[in-house]
T-cell receptor, first 112, second 107 residues
Framework: DVKVTQSSRYLVKRTGEKVFLECVQDMDHENMFWYRQDPGLGLRLIYF???????EKGDIPEGYSVSREKKERFSLILESASTNQTSMYLC???????????FGSGTRLTVV | GIQVEQSPPDLILQEGANSTLRCNFSDSVNNLQWFHQNPWGQLINLFY???GTKQNGRLSATTVATERYSLLYISSSQTTDSGVYFC?????????FGTGTRLQVFP
């Protein structure tokens, strides 16, 4: 069964820490995405990548960066975590000209 | 940018009831999808439906692209239908989500 795997289901970090959220897909997909989900706001796109070493800003990139050194892995980085980054983070992938997106099960991050 | 609005924001049903969820979008789009997020957070794709009507069991969806809306119908609802339903549109290779409809189905 094809899947998108996010490394942690729950994470608690302190304000100011550098945080890495990892996402791995086994479908050889070119496109990968990071979203955050907050109550009443739906899912908002943070960053996405169309290929290795490529990245594009989404709608809310401030306070985040990403890394895509290998096709299967897309990392979201919080350089200095803040309490307003407490949220559910979802990773997704799809292939070029594919209509279906596959989502990971999410990482619930709490910054204290 | 494109706006995606869903209604109602919350819906409470008794098992066996039918419901209609609506999604309005503000611009022409390449693609429209409906997702169900279960209580554990997993997003499952229900329909890819840029236009027309599709059915899958008790669920069906209709998109009228010229009028920029889509409807998701749930018939004979079950407690396992509970969760959040999202509409998402694709524009410029990005998937943009609505704010969702939270559905609770009680026995």
């Amino acid at each position: 069964d094809v899947k998108v795997t996010q490394s942690s289901r729950y994470l608690v970090k302190r304000t100011g820490e550098k945080v890495f959220l990892e996402c791995v897909q086994d479908m050889d997909h070119e496109n990968m995405f990071w979203y955050r989900q907050d109550p009443g706001l739906g899912l908002r796109l943070i960053y996405f990548s169309y290929d290795v070493k490529m990245k594009e800003k989404g709608d809310i990139p401030e306070g985040y960066s990403v890394s895509r050194e290998k096709k299967e892995r897309f990392s979201l980085i919080l350089e200095s975590a803040s309490t307003n980054q407490t949220s559910m983070y979802l990773c997704a992938s799809n292939g070029h000209r594919e209509v279906r997106y596959t989502f990971g099960s999410g990482t619930r991050l709490t910054v204290v | 940018g494109i706006q995606v609005e869903q209604s109602p924001p919350d819906l409470i049903l008794q098992e066996g009831a039918n419901s209609t969820l609506r999604c309005n979008f503000s611009d022409s789009v390449n693609n429209l999808q409906w997702f169900h997020q279960n209580p554990w957070g997993q997003l499952i794709n229900l329909f890819y439906i840029p236009s027309g009507t599709k059915q899958n069991g008790r669920l069906s969806a209709t998109t009228v692209a010229t009028e920029r809306y889509s409807l998701l119908y749930i018939s004979s609802s079950q407690t396992t239908d509970s969760g959040v339903y999202f509409c998402a549109v694709e524009k410029n290779d990005k998937l943009i989500f609505g704010t969702g409809t939270r559905l609770q189905v009680f026995p």
